[in-house]
């Protein structure tokens, strides 16, 4: 399996968070793996330099339903942000909601590449890794 540089999860619950790194670790597809409690700390995480260079990372789990600024709009913030500073490859929609207008909303914006339901899984990740990782 290929390891990404950096994974970030954006999600309000901290026992999410928790899961979910730990579903990453477990599949060790990751050398770093960054948790954010809101889509404000996420985009001052990305728009800040460490070491010269914006973070970047391969993938972006962003939850919908958080307090203060949803996934919703963090996306819509995410969009306005320089090309250096913002993830690699992919956001993806990681959420609890089942509602079929929020999954259609998701496919029109360019910048969301997935929509899965929580909890995210190795075999989820695995996949995600390999849609958009590997060289076919």
């Known amino acids: ?8 999860l954006i999600d309000d619950d901290q026992a999410t968070n928790f899961i979910h790194k730990f579903v990453i670790e477990k599949v060790q597809c990751a050398e770093n793996i960054i948790c954010m409690q809101s889509g404000q700390e996420a985009l001052d995480y990305l728009t800040s330099k460490i070491n010269d260079n914006y973070p970047q990372p391969d993938i972006i789990f962003l939850d ?7 996934g919703w709009e963090f996306i819509e913030k995410y969009k306005k942000i320089d090309t250096k ?3 690699k490859k992919i956001v993806v929609m990681l959420t609890t909601s089942s509602d079929p207008l929020d999954k259609e909303k998701a496919k ?7 929509f899965i339901s929580k909890p995210l899984t190795a075999e989820a990740i695995k996949t995600i890794i390999k849609e958009n990782f590997l060289e076919n």
């Open 85 to 87: 500073q913002k993830g």
């Open 64 to 70: 919908i339903n958080m307090p203060g600024m949803n």
């Open 1 to 8: 399996m290929k390891k990404l540089h950096t994974i970030l």
């Open 108 to 114: 029109a914006i360019d910048q969301i590449n997935k």
